[in-house]
């Protein structure tokens, strides 16, 4: 039987996710919630995907109940709606606990989710918590599903939803520079982005090698690799990576 999942919040991510919900060889019947109209309808036209005029409507109507509202939005987009104990309701609203949601959900399974606008091509890694045989199968579609055993592993691991951003910023510095030596613009942007991409799937193909031999096999003596790395670590470069990441680490825990 297919499944039917409501999403309550049509922004931002979720015109990225429900593309990625759709590459499934048997997709979910998906219904929207009718707030943001616009993302809504050119959603629905795209995927042929009905908009629910009322949340009630969505939630009396579906087995998964996607939550992509703002964090501060949650609370009274929940309230007051007719869950049911069989329902499944995932959020991807990052830093809100489920202690937030069991109160208004009717006794509704609750599983947190970190999905990325690469979900869209089939590339977003999602971190959720705790393991869900459904929500995995559902968001498989969307890229790689990491499931997590305790809420505070899967905190902190969210916080890498913002690291995806960062790698972008760090990917614009060094396609500048690249296209200042004369590199068209487009190329560039194709090789570093290229490189970036070649580094994470060594990193995640190669498991069963540590991170620090693969850095090693590639910092031979005299090599490019190394010469630069070398800079890279007496300028202490990657310290300010980790500050970054534990200022994000410290608001996750801040709000549980
Ligand atoms: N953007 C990302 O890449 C990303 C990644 C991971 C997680 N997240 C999380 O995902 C959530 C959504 O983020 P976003 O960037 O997509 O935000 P967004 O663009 O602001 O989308 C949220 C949508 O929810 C709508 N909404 C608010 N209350 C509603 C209600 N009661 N019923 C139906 N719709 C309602 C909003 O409408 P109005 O504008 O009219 O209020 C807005 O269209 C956030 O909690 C965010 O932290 C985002």
Not at 148 to 159: D, H, I, L, Y
Request: charge should be negative; glycine fraction near 8%.
């Amino acid at each position: 039987m297919t499944l039917t999942v409501g999403v309550l919040g049509v922004g931002h991510l979720m015109a990225h996710v429900v593309p990625g919900l759709m590459r499934a060889g048997s997709p979910p019947k998906v219904l929207l919630s009718a707030r943001n109209k616009e993302r809504s309808a050119a959603l629905a036209e795209r995927f042929d995907l009905e908009i629910c005029a009322e949340n009630e409507d969505l939630i009396r109507r579906s087995d998964v109940v996607i939550v992509a509202v703002r964090p501060f939005d949650v609370e009274e987009t929940i309230t007051g709606l007719p869950w049911r104990a069989e329902q499944i309701v995932l959020s991807f609203a990052g830093t809100v606990s489920r202690s937030t949601f069991e109160p208004h959900v009717n006794g509704a399974d609750v599983v947190l989710a970190m999905p990325v606008i690469t979900a869209e091509f089939g590339e977003s890694p999602t971190s959720i918590w705790p393991a869900n045989a459904g929500v995995q199968a559902l968001m498989a579609s969307c890229g790689p599903v990491i499931a997590f055993e305790t809420e505070s592993q899967f905190k902190a691991a969210s916080g890498s939803g913002a690291y995806f951003g960062w790698v972008q910023a760090l990917i614009m510095e060094m396609t500048d520079w690249l296209s200042a030596k004369g590199v068209p613009e487009d190329q560039a942007r194709a090789v570093i982005a290229g490189m970036t991409r070649a580094g994470a799937v060594s990193a995640s193909k190669r498991s069963d090698t540590p991170l620090p031999a693969l850095i090693n096999d590639l910092c031979l003596p005299g090599s490019l690799t190394g010469q630069g790395l070398d800079i890279l670590k007496d300028a202490d470069a990657f310290s300010p990576w980790r500050a970054a990441a534990e200022s994000i680490f410290e608001r996750h825990i801040g709000n549980s």
